[in-house]
DNA sequence: CATGAATGAGCATTCATTCAT
DNA sequence: GATGAATGAATGCTCATTCAT
């Protein structure tokens, strides 16, 4: 539970959080992602949280609010490190390899996504039933991410180090090679034996070949 | 909703439905991959099949029951080909290059999926939160699907086409890059204009040079 | 199961009752005894007897239609002996003493009690709650019954075998210590050990004393 | 109803009732001992009660629980005395005579069976269907009365007032009169015209002569 | 800020009953 | 005579939300 607040007050930095709505927070977080957004009802947060069912409205309007709440953060919180810091990274030559900059990237991402995986979990699951969260994605990960990559990719097609194909399908595949091992690595199979630095190197140089193209030979 | 009725018939080949259950099927299928499972009330199903909501429990004792006979058959059908027919084919040195394989892999499936679209959602949606649906998946997936694949890695990998990397690394790059691709073209972007010949030739590509590894250039 | 059926012709002796009548009748009187009558379903006792929800309709109407065709002709069985049989006795001096009409009529209903346990108890539940059940026993039980009975009183205490109270309050006295006694041996207690022939001696010497009045011991 | 309302208080003193709450059980009362438990709804008693529906379900997790919530404290209520007072005065000589033990007992607890008569009822008629309520009637009833009741008669018969036979049967005689005249009285012909103190009397005077035996006119 | 009683609409499910076959 | 699919009202119960305290 401890190990939980930290990570509350890190994720929502701007308000201030009174004891009980933490406890609401982690509760629902808990909730909504083992049993899903719908089928986990308000009382039931207010037991785990050891708070009145009152309470939590207190706080949030609505149940949606509450999710809106819990969501919104960890979209914010994903993006941020593109924007600032990796990119300029780039640009200013930090990475002179797409490899380099692929596996700073998952990297980094990867830490976070497991500190934030039920957060993570409830978002996926619920993005394709709440039009407000599919707007706040297309915003955060459509356009401040989504951009800033594609001007990556030109940038390493222009270096010759990926293959020239429409920068938006060298997104598609990076994204799924890389989620698809994040998903199955964290969601589909969390129990079973992972030798996550090899997983991460093979997952790389897949992609790095695949994007290399017929030349990566060389 | 005729369009509907023959896929029905297709997929249930098994039991004889009433023409009142297959409506109610429809209006579930339509439902469940609209608004998800535990938001989707039996009364608007009931409702939007013209049927009592009764009738509903007369043929399917809960909704959990409902859901599962939407989602059994569909994932029966799905790996049904698998077994049968390209495995055969490729022992048969019909497909000599991996290339060859995952083009009808990925060309077969897609045309089911495509077909299944909104079951297969529900599916993809709901497998999280009901045990049963993990169990089935695992059955049919796991099994049926995983083992045989990793004997076509071996086969390939002992034929110097794919890069020795374990057979389950393999297996989850292509899986990721196959569904990566149908679940951005099919779900979170099915309203843009896709170029699907290229799409699919670049994905095969991604793939085969990913792991055919550096001498993917011979 | 066998055990039933005549038990079932021998009370239902005016209607032809086909084999899923019989099977209907004897589920719902097991059903209707164990769980009361409103608590259990047609649909319980459709699948109980083997036969169609739609074919208990067939015969009776109504739920309550059925609960009536079990329960009425016990009550007619019930009374029957007193009328014809019993009454006659007496007064033809078959019994010359209270004590030997109250142990005969004792033994004799008894074994009718005992026969048609389940269906007496629905009897004495449901009565409360069906104003048809209250006058088919005010009819049967009320008239048939303590009419005859009060007419023994009064020609025992014209022998000065019963003392001099009202008719009534005897018929009270007596039906409280046999009832109490069936219930208590076959509805509260009916798995504790009892010895019957000296409990019923009790019983009658119990009644035979208290109706004595104090000179009981000439 | 302001009648009923010092009633319930002074059953249920143990909680806290809201003014709701009262109204809900004065209701259910009502309505169970008028159609049965499993005849009587929820939304019934909600409607009589002037409350929602789901306000019954706040307080009482189930219907059966509301059952319980009103035939528990009844049960607890009843033999209270029984193991205080009258044991005590018996054993200190209070009665000298069974008689007067008897007339004692009877007249006590007639009041309060005529307090409670509905919810005596709802007792007596569920008692059968219900497993916790038998449960709960053993241990009150055939505990605290039984044993302590075996005392008294053995007591009694020592002094030679009652007959050498079975504690337990004379037990069950003595309910059995009692309880045969208050259902007579109360439950079955409650409308009829009846001499109280006369019929107290007799049925005492009855239950004397019966247990004192042949010997009764000494 | 927090409570928890109260709400009434809504839920999944069951019900007795009907009727075409 | 028997079936069982179909019904729609009703059931016990849960829901998100409100509000007086």
């Known amino acids: 539970m401890t190990d939980h607040e930290f990570k509350i007050d890190e994720l929502m930095d701007g308000e201030e959080l009174t004891d009980k709505q933490k406890k609401i927070i982690i509760s629902a977080i808990e909730s909504f992602s083992e049993k899903g957004f719908s089928a986990t009802s ?53 990475y002179e390899h797409v490899e380099d900059f692929l596996k700073a990237m998952l990297e980094n991402r990867r830490d976070f996504l497991i500190k934030n995986l039920p957060t993570v979990k409830i978002l996926v699951q619920e993005i394709p039933f709440h039009p407000e969260l599919k707007e706040l994605f297309k915003e955060h990960i459509g356009l401040q991410i989504y951009e800033r990559f594609i001007k990556l990719v030109e940038y390493y097609q222009a270096k010759g180090q990926i293959i020239e194909i429409p920068a938006y399908s060298v997104f598609r595949m990076v994204f799924s090679s890389i989620f698809g091992y994040l998903i199955a690595r964290y969601m589909i199979l969390p129990e079973a034996e992972w030798d996550d630095e090899a997983e991460t190197e093979r997952t790389i140089q897949f992609i790095m070949h695949g994007l290399a193209g017929p030349n990566s030979g060389n």
Do not use: C, N, W
């Not at 207190?58 to 919180?77: C, F, G």
């Open 42 to 94: 308000t009382s039931e947060i207010a037991k785990k949280a050891g708070v009145a069912e009152g309470t939590i409205f207190r706080h949030y309007k609505t149940k949606k609010d509450l999710l809106l709440a819990i969501v919104a953060p960890v979209m914010a919180k994903f993006v941020a490190p593109f924007i600032i810091k990796d990119l300029k990274k780039v640009l200013d030559q930090d």
